[in-house]
């Protein structure tokens, strides 16, 4: 409850700054602590740093050079077994098969931020050394674009975005998620022939005729169909705005507040900026809790969440990297705690990632494998 009126504080205090951009500005205050742990990095050196970026200050030649590092991923075929895995035809559906296999152990857990910081990187890297990429992951700020997401250049559906919505068609959604403005198959952009195959294990879209079950209980039958969305900006009016993004790292004090406001699973009743993002895609795959990196705003999504963690970090680095609260299952209240010493692990070498690593070593981004920070 103090948290709502500390957040009414800050929003007032901020209204008094008037920046155009206070999350930029929270990123600028925290740098110099980001410059300093860099300086100290055994591993980070200025010369190997990467720098993400915005989709919105991407050139064309970057957005398009993005966007055809992740069609490549998707014409790879897939390193998975294919007796286990039918529907993994592509590199690509390696990856939603990790997210798809740990789902009940990576969210609303205290592994939650460094399984997903390990995870995009991960899926960066192979963008970079399977498919010659030279760019960094970008991020979606929905807090630039808060008031039309589907108007933005991440989701016009231009030949330099990420798609855009769906067709319209009538539709209910459930889980409390508002019905979008789209629900049928997205007919514009990069992706508009992408052929989704895993799940869904979650679907929240309810169509006629309806989306097709799965043929194997756990969702790794291969199911083709059409990438669903189902956008508006119903949620990102509400939950993704400047003063939101803001609110949940200046009103977090530790890190268990920090990931339960972020994730919406503390108290208020928010689905929290993580919620929001993924349910302003929604549809299918976006809406599915399990099978959501099979679309492809997935990262861009989860770049901006691990960005809002480096950001909270960065206002007061040395004692927000060796810190962890939360369990070790979706399940359940009584989970084991989740220790720092815990082994983050994405599936069998190979085909996310050829290493694990404890939290411990993933809370830094210049730190551990990571060499890369946020402008
Ligand atoms: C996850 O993968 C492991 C082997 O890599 C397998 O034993 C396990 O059954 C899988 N779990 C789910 C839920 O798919
Ligand atoms: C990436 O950079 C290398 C070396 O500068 C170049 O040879 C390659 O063509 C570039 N790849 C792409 C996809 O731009
Ligand atoms: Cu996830």
Known sequence: MTRFSLAGLVTALLAGVASADPVLDLQNQGRPQIDAALARSSTCTKEKLQVRREWGDLSAGERKAYINAMLCMMSKPSKLDQTRYPGSKTRYDDFVVVHMNQTMTIHGTGNFLSWHRYYTWAFEQALRNECGYNGTQPYWDWSRWYQDPERSPIFDGSDTSLSGNGEYVQHTTQMGIPA????????????????????????????????????????????????????????????????????????????????????????????????????????????????????????????????????????????????????????????????????????????????????????????????????
Not at 240 to 266: A, E, K, W
Not at 323 to 351: F, Q, R
Request: with cysteine; aromatic share 10%.
């Open 180 to 375: 979008g403005n789209g629900g049928g198959c997205v007919k514009t952009g990069p992706f508009k022939d992408m052929v989704i195959r895993l799940g869904p294990m979650a679907n929240v879209l309810h169509v006629n005729p309806p989306i097709p079950r799965n043929p194997r209980a756990d969702g790794y039958g291969d199911n083709p169909r059409c990438l669903r969305r189902d956008m508006s900006n119903k949620l990102s009016t509400t939950s993704l705005r400047p003063q939101d993004v803001v609110n949940l790292i200046v009103s977090s004090n530790n890190i268990g507040t920090f990931q339960d406001v972020m994730q919406g699973t503390g108290f208020g009743g928010s689905m929290g900026v993580h919620g929001a993002g993924h349910f302003t895609i929604s549809g299918d795959p976006g809406g599915d809790f399990y099978t959501s990196p099979n679309d492809p705003a997935f990262y861009v999504h989860h770049a901006m969440i691990d960005r809002v963690w480096y950001i909270w970090q960065s206002l007061n680095f040395p004692s927000r990297q060796q810190v962890i609260a939360g369990g070790t299952s979706m399940m359940g209240w009584n989970s084991p705690p989740a220790k720092l010493t815990d082994v983050v692990d994405l599936g069998p070498p190979g085909i996310a990632a050829d290493h694990t690593y404890t939290i411990s070593q993933l809370v830094s981004t210049v730190e551990g494998p990571f060499c890369y920070i946020y402008e």
